[in-house]
């Protein structure tokens, strides 16, 4: 599994594109079954989903018993600990949440290195199997991301992206909407601002050279997205899809008429 790590990490890198899955409940085998359909990562989400640190460490190797998508996990919080955890359990890197400044985004850095490049404690018990177990392979293939979702994240998003480490940055669109003056996820009456400010982090990580990314909730968006320049694209989350597969079933053997 080392290998497809590796190849992950300088795929994005190299900054190109991928597409990837969001998880956000604790079922393993669905979790395996979404890793096998052909797409290059699985996020597990460790912050609003309903995931505990027991769930993230089985997800991680649900994904990985596919050898197709490597395994990746949005955590919690900004420090060391959630950050080490996800990383000890064999994340191929980390999704960072409510990145707002350079010096925030340098400890999301600094969480993934091992000294002397960061402050990462050694203890892989199940990440040696997979990357490393040596600290400088460690180093070399863990990747980070810091989400891009505050008004002052985006203010600061050139320098952000020019932390020394950081693999890319990612968009949380609903924090984002809201943080710009939205009164909900998806407000139209701010939507000319927000793709404002989606060419702004586009175009601070493209001249930075990292990586950017961004969550959609469909593949029609994921697409529209990856064509106008973001490196890698999350279609979410299994739970909405598990609610609007049954709606449709429910919605089709009723003869699609009105509920009744």
Known sequence: MSGLATEFAARIRRREGAIGYWSAIDAPVATERIGRLGYDYVVLDGQHGLI??????NGLMAIDAGAQ??????VEDNHLTPIGRALDAGAAGVIVP????????????????????G?????????????????????????????????????????????PGLDGVYVGPSDLVLGLGGAFPGDPAVADEFETALRAVRDAAK???????????????????????????????????????AGAHLSAARGGGADR
Do not use: W
């Open 52 to 57: 505990g640190y027991s769930g993230i460490l």
């Open 69 to 74: 998508a490597v395994g990746m996990v949005r």
């Open 98 to 117: 409510l990145v707002s400044t350079p010096a925030e985004a340098a400890a999301a850095v600094g969480a993934t290195r091992y000294p002397p490049l």
């Open 119 to 163: 402050r990462r404690s050694y203890g892989p018990m199940r990440s040696g199997l997979r990357i490393g177990p040596r600290p400088e392979e460690a180093n070399a293939d863990t990747l980070v991301f810091v989400m891009i979702e505050t008004r002052e994240g985006l203010e600061n998003v050139e320098a952000i992206c020019r932390t």
């Open 207 to 245: 001249a930075a050279g990292v990586a950017a990314g961004i969550h959609t909730h469909d593949g029609q968006v994921a697409a529209k997205r990856l064509a106008e320049g973001f490196t890698f694209a999350s279609v979410a989350s299994d739970l909405l899809h598990l609610e609007q597969a």
